[in-house]
């Protein structure tokens, strides 16, 4: 049996027609940065890949400035833990967070557990 080949990994899963590619561009980067690892992940979980080529797998939906940051990064993740909170903290903006805890005390109220 041949050994597959990340191009395999990615025609298995269609890859090619994932969209939207992430490119960590514009003002909604802060939810689409979460919105993209969850759904690519999703994607290969239920073709099956395995973990071992699956930020390599990932890496292929992305574009523009998040490819540019992947391929300039010196020290790669090998966990997809690790590449989601690399690939958040770089593609979230300080203000989202900042919006999302006074979200998150609006809607709990002071001194509650979210």
Known sequence: MATKTLRDYCRECDIKD???????EGIRSGSDVR????RIKNRMDHFGIP???QIAVAVTAMCGTAEDW????EQKPTTWNDFTKLLTDRFTPYHYYML???WKSLY???GEAS
């Open 51 to 53: 973990e071992s080529v």
């Open 18 to 24: 994932f969209e939207p590619k992430f490119n960590g």
């Open 100 to 102: 999302e805890q006074e």
């Open 70 to 73: 992947w391929f300039d990064l």
């Open 35 to 38: 919105r993209f690892t969850k």
């Open 108 to 110: 709990h109220g002071p």
